[in-house]
């Protein structure tokens, strides 16, 4: 097992696939992937304007806004009102989605995955909780507003902490091994669970 940190300082800002806003990754799924051949990309998106969302065949996604007033979505003729900060929303990145913004720019967690290649989830917490990685399974800590510590890593805001089986590119930390570390953080925090979909 590996713990991983991955800071936010500096990453970099790229085009939303559509070109209608910018995405900062914090990790993705063979590792480089980007927006065109990931299993799962982790990132954070700026959204400054109205205008539709990329989509994304096959894939599905959450969606968290976490700095902002809001959006009035539109996903599949369907309306999704995101008004609230640090609440997962869940919808099908392969359906035309419009987003107007209720006041001003939002900025966004987003965690999109193929959902015929892996399944995921994504809670928000707050507090003090272990944080197990079963095996075949990748977890990946996120402080959303306020410092966090997982173990003996300490996270500031939108610095990321990732536990896989593998390696993957970052500032390394001390292993958890085989006892759970725990997640401490004051403000929200996102944890994403990550697992290779069962073919049948």
Known sequence: MNLRILRAAGRAAVPWKNGGGVTREIASW?????TAEFDW???LADVAADGPFSTFPGVDR???MVEG????LTVGGRRALVDERCVPADFPGDLPTHCLLLAGPVVNFNVMWHRERVSASVAVVRGCLPVPVPP???VVAVALESPATLGNATL???DAALLAPEAVTGESAPGPGSVPLTLRSEG???????RRAVRR
């Open 156 to 158: 500031a805001r939108y």
């Open 188 to 194: 929200p925090a996102a944890l994403v669970t990550l």
């Open 69 to 72: 007033a809001g959006m009035d």
């Open 62 to 64: 959450t969606l968290t």
């Open 136 to 138: 075949g399974t990748t």
């Open 41 to 43: 990309r982790i990132s």
């Open 30 to 34: 063979p590792e480089g992937a980007g």
